[in-house]
């Protein structure tokens, strides 16, 4: 780990631009326009990156250029931005549900669940297989499974069609 009074030196002034998040000319024009902007190493090559950050957030910051960390935080807010419009085109559009509606179709759904397996399971079941050996009670099963299915989808159906129309309701 490094001493917190350690200077860090880079390369030169294009990577000194890049990592501050301005342009070369943005150096160069502060030194031009802030003597006490500050200077490059002894060998005329490496920029003071610790020096150069301290500068840029005194003097630099809101001005024609940005730090990084700003230009960062202005590039998450765009995204966000972006997002938020999308989901806004996309609710408008109709092509999503809000979460009320979904709540309240599923907690329908699943009575309707309910009642339907203790109809089948409870009430049917037993007079059905009367008579019947474990392979007849067997495809007998599979027989109520499959009205089971058919009744759950018809009913997922309904519900997609009712929470798109509710949606659309709200929209308008």
């Known amino acids: 780990m490094k001493p917190v009074n350690e200077t860090e030196w880079i390369r030169d002034t294009s990577a ?8 070369r000319q943005t150096v160069y024009d502060a030194r031009a326009k802030f003597p006490d902007a ?8 490496r920029e003071n990156l610790t020096a150069w950050r301290e500068f ?29 419009a999308r989901s806004k085109n996309e609710r408008e559009a109709g092509d999503v549900i809000d979460r009320e509606v979904v709540e309240a179709m599923l907690v329908t759904l699943g009575q309707k ?7 089948k399971l409870t009430i049917e ?26 009744v759950v ?3 997922i159906a309904t ?3 009712e929470a798109l129309d509710t949606q659309r309701k709200k929209v308008e």
């Open 16 to 23: 000194l631009a890049k990592e501050l998040g301005v342009s």
């Open 38 to 45: 500050p200077s490059k190493h002894e060998d005329g090559k």
């Open 56 to 84: 840029a957030a005194e003097n630099l910051t809101g001005r024609q250029t940005l730090t990084k960390p700003l230009a960062d935080l202005k590039a998450e807010l765009m995204r966000e931005q972006i997002r938020l």
């Open 113 to 119: 669940l309910d009642l339907l397996l203790r109809l």
């Open 125 to 150: 079941l037993g007079p059905r297989g009367v008579g019947m050996n474990a392979a007849e009670l067997n495809v007998e099963g599979g027989v109520i499974l499959s009205e089971i299915r058919e």
């Open 153 to 155: 989808n018809a009913n």
């Open 159 to 161: 519900f997609e069609c």
